[in-house]
């Protein structure tokens, strides 16, 4: 079992819906957690991290994390074509960092 | 700050030669990644520095790769003799404190194509 797992997807969306990106951990050591972005040919960049239990919110952007079901999410609202690119979930354990291995997703326009 | 710098940026080479991948993390931070990427197995660590220290190289697939850091500003990963198997993108990334809220940020990669 992998430490952290990810749907590869491909997910699409049309735009302006929202955009659901969902991750798994198996540490329950696990301190904190990360969302990354890649678009093809560039290196993974953060959107957002998040360590408490419930709902954070940047902009568009939503993380929620569930430690009992061990379970992390990405909301993406009002989606552009712009956010069409790999989602990577991280999760540090305090010790090292563990990636997913992403989910592809394609805004239509 | 310039960021993470990655040297070179591609590299084309045949099986058998020697490649050495280079790594310049931010300035200040203490601890060093090297990551290799493909399609079929996502991003996977390969090993990390803590203060120029190797802490986990557990995942340094075989012997043919070694890495070092020796100062506070440079790294290097090596891959000798370099196999058609080993084609991936190769991030380095650098951070700075192993605190819940601290991320990692990469450098641009070095995308490698072993012939």
């Known amino acids: 079992q992998k430490e952290v797992e990810q749907n590869s997807g491909p997910l699409s969306v049309p735009e302006g819906a929202i955009a659901s990106l969902n991750c798994t951990y198996s540490?329950?050591?696990?301190?904190?957690f990360f969302w990354y972005r890649q678009y093809s040919g560039k290196s993974p960049e953060l959107i957002m991290f998040?360590?408490?239990?419930g709902d954070k919110e940047d902009g568009r952007f939503t993380a929620q994390l569930n430690k009992a079901s061990q379970y992390v999410s990405l909301l993406i609202r009002d989606s552009q074509p712009s956010d069409s690119a790999t989602y990577l979930c991280?999760?540090?354990?305090?010790?090292?960092?563990?990636f997913g291995t992403g989910t592809s997703l394609t805004v239509i326009p | 700050d310039a960021g993470v710098i990655q040297s070179p940026r591609h590299e084309v080479t045949e099986m058998g030669q020697e490649v050495t991948l280079r790594c310049k993390p931010i300035?200040?931070?203490?601890?060093l990644f090297w990551y290799r990427q493909t399609m079929m197995r996502g991003l996977e660590l390969l090993i990390y520095?803590?203060?120029?220290?190797?802490?986990?190289d557990s995942g340094m697939p075989e012997d043919r790769f070694s890495a070092k850091m020796p100062n506070a500003s440079f790294s290097t990963l090596k891959i000798q003799p370099s196999e058609p198997r080993d084609s991936a993108v190769y991030f380095c990334?650098?951070?700075?404190?192993?605190?819940?809220?601290?991320?990692?940020?990469f450098g641009p990669g070095t995308r490698l194509l072993v012939l």
């Open positions: 520095f803590n203060n120029n220290v190797p802490i986990d």
């Open positions: 300035s200040g931070h203490d601890y």
């Open positions: 991280a999760a540090n354990t305090g010790n090292q960092f563990y």
């Open positions: 990334a650098s951070s700075l404190l192993r605190s819940r809220q601290e991320t990692q940020y």
């Open positions: 540490d329950r050591g696990s301190q904190s």
């Open positions: 998040i360590y408490s239990n």
